[in-house]
């Protein structure tokens, strides 16, 4: 089998589509995405979800700039490396 089939059973995927995955793989589905992955390549997501969840929350609680805020400083930056030339 070379291609993907669909199935009223469900999706039927090439065996060697899965090959360096391991023994085991996980599933996971997202809005618009069937996620195949390694056991290890998952906690990896699910840890980088985490810090960028707690890098959010701090930044909320330092007063981190927002993003209106980075885009003017980057436009007056440029305006004014704009003038230098």
């Not at 291609?3 to 793989?25: A, N, Q, Y």
């Not at 927002?66 to 230098?84: C, H, K, P």
């Amino acid at each position: 089998m070379d291609e993907i089939k669909v199935r009223k059973e469900g999706l039927l995927i090439p065996s060697d589509w899965l090959k360096g995955f391991g023994s085991r793989v996980l599933i996971a589905r997202g809005r618009d995405v069937l996620i195949i992955e390694a056991p290890r390549r998952a906690a990896a997501r699910r840890r980088l979800k985490e810090q960028v969840h707690q890098l959010r929350g701090a930044a909320r609680l330092i007063g981190a700039p927002s993003s209106r805020e980075v885009v003017a400083e980057v436009t007056a930056v440029r305006t004014r490396r704009a003038r230098r030339r």
